[in-house]
Nanobody
C-alpha cells in the first residue's frame, strides 16, 4: 500500500513561514481526501486542515484559520500546506494522511479515524 511522504518541515522563528508538501508515488492524490495532522509535544495528534478530492472543500482547525492554506497541485500530484505567521504553539510533528480512493463529491474530515494511509511525519519547530 502506498504511503504518503511529507517534506518541508524545519526550524523557524515566530512569525515565519513554511510550506509542507505531501507526495504519494503510484497513486493519483486527486482521488483522495488529504488531511494534515499535528502532534505537539506531550499532546494527542489533532487534525488541522483537510482538502477533499477535486478540491471542492477545505477545512481548518479554528486556531489556524487565516494562517494556513491547504492546496493541491494535480500536475505535480502533491498537496501543500502553506503556513504563515507561525507561532510557538504550532510546533509539532506534522503528518499527511489519505482517505480513499473516494467516490463522494466534496467533504473532508479532521477526524483521524477516517484516514488509513499515513506518512512518517515532518518536524516543525517554531522558536519564540
Amino acid at each position: 500500500q502506498v504511503q504518503p511522504v511529507e517534506s518541508g518541515g524545519g526550524l523557524v522563528h515566530s512569525g515565519g513561514s513554511l510550506r509542507l508538501s505531501c507526495a504519494a508515488s503510484g497513486i493519483d492524490l486527486e482521488d483522495y481526501s488529504v488531511a494534515w495532522f499535528r502532534q505537539a509535544p506531550g499532546k494527542e495528534r489533532e487534525g488541522i486542515s483537510c482538502i477533499s478530492g477535486s478540491s471542492v472543500d477545505t477545512r481548518y482547525k479554528g486556531s489556524v484559520k487565516g494562517r494556513l492554506t491547504i492546496s493541491r497541485d494535480n500536475v505535480e500530484n502533491m498537496v501543500f500546506l502553506q503556513m504563515n505567521n507561525l507561532k510557538p504553539e504550532d510546533t509539532g510533528v506534522y503528518y499527511c494522511a489519505l482517505e480513499g480512493p473516494i467516490i463522494r463529491i466534496g467533504g473532508c474530515f479532521l477526524d483521524e479515524s477516517v484516514y488509513d494511509r499515513w506518512g512518517q511525519g515532518t518536524q516543525v519547530t517554531v522558536s519564540s
